[in-house]
């Protein structure tokens, strides 16, 4: 999982983890709102002037993305191949995770290609490289710099440029189908190797390549692939902004032959959604004067648009989602007699506990969205009055009227019901998140965003029910829930790491794995010397994402998201 940064927070993923690229179209977006971290960046490179290393040909560049980790770069991933051509524009849109505070080292290296050899690893292929970082990009949007060879040397004129565009959590994407039909025959003894580019213009009339489908050999009526690209890629979220469509017959050796184009808008494109169908005259400017019965060069259809709309996490509070937040805390007898000082539950009145700074941390932040702020306290692991038997996931205090007003109603039930009970055991945790789970499955069969359930555990060691808590886990991945598990004390936790999904996917004792990925595990001791907002930081970065990540899959749209007018649902992200 990735973690909100900070010195006691855990590292930090790979880079390879967390950059993906995608071959030509921009990747259905993983929608992730983090608070505390992040954005998506995607990213487009194009180069001028790279050096010829062909002796019959020009340079069949390919450029490598790298991503410093650990003081190592590692390889994101590779462009397509252009063939023959010193100037390419490449189609492949890198996709990048963009944290305010990190400093994010890029290295963008170009190489000649060698056919089915792939990209060459000795000097001669090595066409230049460039590094800056991910905040360069994303504050100067446009990055042109020069390529340099080893040893600082310029690669005579060779420059690359990156440019940078946000993924709007509220972003979406379109999904785009076209075909052609009597397109112009550019070659002898066969027929046209047609493929489409979709360039948007942009304010100051520059260009910018949104997509390259694949290449229809030997047809002049082709259907192309369908494609997705985000809203944001293909017209910046402006209906109304001009797109160039380009017909080419591909050429092996990089010298493809214009066949036409046409001009449209998205506003246009949208017509085609149903079972309607939009077409274009692939207009040859030249032929157009010289001709005087052209008429066009064929005629490129949109068999097929779709919108689909990608919601962030603040969507969905924004559209009336409650948070409701549920601690359980741990009354085994390892923890110590709270009477004594030593113990884990003494309640000092001018020192907090661990118990305490953890759900004050958490549970302060959590009930700013629950508007009723009334939270279930549960307890396991304690004999409970008048006959001192033990049961899981009881209420703290046992048999409240009514559940506890906000974080500190919670703080003075845990310190009211302490008196009362008996600390023993064992450290069953499966029957709190079993109780917290029936509850979400509730809420799931109302088919809205309405509720989403955080747990917070709080323990003392290693739970005793591992197997059927892995189970109640799994279980709970298919609900709209989160657990948070803090490990209070100086046990050995290593077998807790087990449940947080980080060095692997989690499943059942039968081998069913989870369907989200919905555990965070952290030991409270290292965050013994950190401010309280460091561990809330911490466990509470994932919630947005799994918050998205549930209700994407379940297709819940927010509850009350923004009309889809023109005005509203395409207009520039804030």
Same mark, same amino acid.
């Given at each position: 999982?990735?973690?909100?940064?900070? /010195?006691?927070?855990?590292?930090?993923?790979?880079?390879?983890?967390?950059?993906?690229?995608?071959?030509?179209?921009?990747?259905?977006?993983?929608?992730?709102?983090?608070?505390?971290?992040?954005?998506?960046?995607?990213?487009?490179?194009?180069?001028?002037?790279?050096?010829?290393?062909?002796?019959?040909?020009?340079?069949?560049?390919?450029?490598?993305?790298?991503?410093?980790?650990?003081?190592?770069?590692?390889?994101?991933?590779?462009?397509?191949?252009? #063939?023959?051509?010193?100037? &390419?524009?490449?189609? #492949?849109?890198?996709?990048?995770?963009?944290?305010?505070?990190?400093?994010?080292?890029?290295?963008?290296?170009?190489?000649?290609?060698?056919?089915?050899?792939?990209?060459?690893?000795?000097?001669?292929?090595?066409?230049?490289?460039?590094?800056?970082?991910?905040?360069?990009?994303?504050?100067?949007?446009?990055?042109?710099?020069?390529?340099?060879?080893?040893?600082?040397?310029? /690669? *005579?004129?060779?420059?690359?440029?990156?440019?940078?565009?946000?993924?709007?959590?509220?972003?979406?994407?379109?999904?785009?189908?076209?075909?052609?039909?009597?397109?112009?025959?550019?070659?002898? $003894?066969?027929?046209?190797?047609?493929?489409?580019?979709?360039?948007?213009?942009?304010?100051?009339?520059?260009?910018?390549?949104?997509?390259?489908?694949?290449?229809?050999?030997?047809?002049?009526?082709?259907?192309?692939? =369908?494609?997705?690209?985000?809203?944001?890629?293909?017209?910046?979220?402006?209906?109304?902004?001009?797109?160039?469509?380009?017909?080419?017959?591909?050429?092996?050796? *990089?010298?493809?032959?214009?066949?036409?184009?046409?001009?449209?808008?998205?506003?246009?494109?949208?017509?085609?959604? !149903?079972?309607?169908?939009?077409?274009?005259?692939?207009?040859?400017?030249?032929?157009?004067?010289?001709?005087?019965?052209?008429?066009?060069?064929?005629?490129?259809?949109?068999?097929?648009?779709?919108?689909?709309?990608?919601?962030?996490?603040?969507?969905?509070?924004? *559209?009336?989602?409650?948070?409701?937040?549920?601690?359980?805390?741990?009354?085994? /007898?390892?923890?110590?007699? @709270?009477?004594?000082?030593?113990?884990?539950?003494?309640?000092?009145?001018?020192?907090?506990?661990?118990?305490?700074?953890?759900?004050?941390?958490?549970?302060?932040?959590?009930?700013?969205?629950?508007?009723?702020?009334? $939270?279930?306290?549960?307890?396991?692991?304690?004999?409970? &009055?008048?006959?001192?038997?033990?049961?899981?996931?009881?209420?703290?205090? &046992?048999?409240?009227?009514?559940?506890?007003?906000?974080?500190?109603?919670?703080?003075?039930?845990?310190?009211?019901?302490?008196?009362?009970?008996?600390?023993? !055991? @064992?450290?069953?945790?499966?029957?709190?998140?079993?109780?917290?789970?029936?509850?979400?499955?509730?809420?799931?069969?109302?088919?809205?965003?309405?509720?989403?359930?955080?747990?917070?555990?709080?323990?003392?060691?290693?739970?005793?029910?591992?197997?059927?808590?892995?189970?109640?886990?799994?279980?709970?991945?298919?609900?709209?829930?989160?657990?948070?598990?803090?490990?209070? *004390?100086?046990?050995?936790?290593?077998?807790?790491?087990?449940?947080?999904?980080?060095?692997?996917?989690?499943?059942?004792?039968?081998?069913?794995?989870?369907?989200?990925?919905?555990?965070?595990?952290? =030991?409270?001791?290292?965050?013994?010397?950190?401010? &309280?907002?460091?561990?809330?930081?911490?466990?509470?970065?994932?919630?947005?994402?799994?918050?998205?990540?549930?209700?994407?899959?379940?297709?819940? @749209? =927010?509850?009350?998201?923004?009309?889809?007018?023109?005005?509203?649902?395409?207009?520039?992200?804030?």
């Amino acid at each position: 999982m990735p973690f909100a940064h900070g /010195a006691a927070c855990p590292p930090s993923r790979p880079a390879a983890h967390r950059a993906t690229a995608t071959m030509g179209e921009a990747p259905e977006p993983s929608p992730q709102a983090s608070l505390a971290v992040l954005s998506k960046v995607e990213l487009r490179v194009s180069c001028k002037h790279l050096l010829d290393r062909d002796t019959l040909n020009k340079s069949d560049p390919c450029v490598l993305l790298l991503m410093q980790s650990q003081g190592q770069w590692m390889e994101v991933d590779r462009s397509e191949v252009i #063939k023959s051509n010193l100037n &390419p524009v490449f189609a #492949k849109i890198f996709t990048v995770d963009y944290y305010f505070e990190e400093v994010q080292k890029l290295r963008f290296e170009v190489y000649d290609s060698h056919g089915h050899a792939g990209v060459g690893t000795h000097d001669d292929d090595f066409l230049g490289g460039m590094e800056c970082t991910v905040g360069q990009i994303v504050a100067q949007k446009r990055v042109t710099k020069p390529l340099f060879l080893k040893y600082g040397k310029f /690669a *005579g004129k060779s420059t690359i440029t990156v440019i940078s565009e946000e993924i709007s959590g509220n972003n979406g994407y379109v999904e785009l189908a076209f075909r052609a039909k009597k397109l112009d025959d550019k070659d002898l $003894f066969s027929k046209s190797d047609p493929f489409l580019e979709i360039y948007r213009i942009d304010d100051d009339r520059s260009e910018q390549l949104v997509y390259r489908t694949e290449v229809v050999k030997n047809n002049l009526s082709p259907i192309w692939e =369908p494609f997705k690209v985000s809203l944001n890629s293909l017209c910046s979220c402006e209906e109304k902004r001009k797109l160039r469509g380009v017909v080419w017959d591909y050429d092996s050796r *990089g010298k493809h032959d214009f066949i036409g184009e046409f001009f449209t808008t998205f506003e246009e494109m949208q017509k085609a959604m !149903g079972e309607n169908k939009v077409q274009w005259d692939c207009m040859n400017p030249k032929y157009k004067i010289k001709k005087r019965n052209y008429k066009n060069s064929g005629v490129v259809v949109l068999l097929d648009l779709k919108i689909h709309r990608v919601y962030s996490f603040l969507d969905y509070i924004m *559209g009336g989602c409650q948070i409701h937040f549920t601690v359980a805390i741990d009354f085994t /007898a390892s923890n110590g007699d @709270p009477r004594n000082s030593c113990s884990l539950h003494y309640i000092n009145p001018y020192q907090p506990n661990e118990y305490l700074k953890a759900l004050v941390a958490v549970g302060e932040i959590c009930q700013d969205y629950d508007s009723d702020k009334k $939270f279930s306290a549960l307890g396991f692991g304690a004999r409970i &009055p008048p006959k001192y038997e033990v049961r899981g996931a009881r209420c703290c205090p &046992p048999h409240p009227s009514h559940p506890p007003a906000g974080i500190q109603g919670v703080v003075e039930s845990y310190q009211s019901c302490l008196p009362k009970i008996q600390l023993y !055991g @064992p450290t069953n945790v499966a029957p709190i998140i079993s109780k917290v789970a029936r509850v979400a499955a509730d809420e799931e069969r109302t088919k809205e965003a309405s509720q989403y359930f955080i747990l917070l555990i709080l323990t003392d060691g290693v739970v005793t029910d591992m197997a059927d808590t892995r189970e109640a886990i799994v279980r709970a991945s298919y609900l709209p829930m989160s657990i948070i598990i803090v490990g209070v *004390g100086n046990a050995d936790f290593t077998d807790m790491q087990i449940l947080d999904g980080d060095d692997g996917i989690l499943r059942s004792p039968k081998g069913e794995p989870v369907l989200r990925d919905i555990v965070q595990f952290v =030991p409270f001791r290292e965050f013994k010397n950190a401010s &309280p907002t460091a561990l809330a930081k911490c466990v509470l970065a994932e919630v947005p994402k799994q918050v998205v990540e549930y209700y994407s899959y379940k297709a819940f @749209p =927010p509850r009350c998201p923004q009309p889809e007018t023109p005005d509203s649902s395409l207009s520039s992200p804030q």
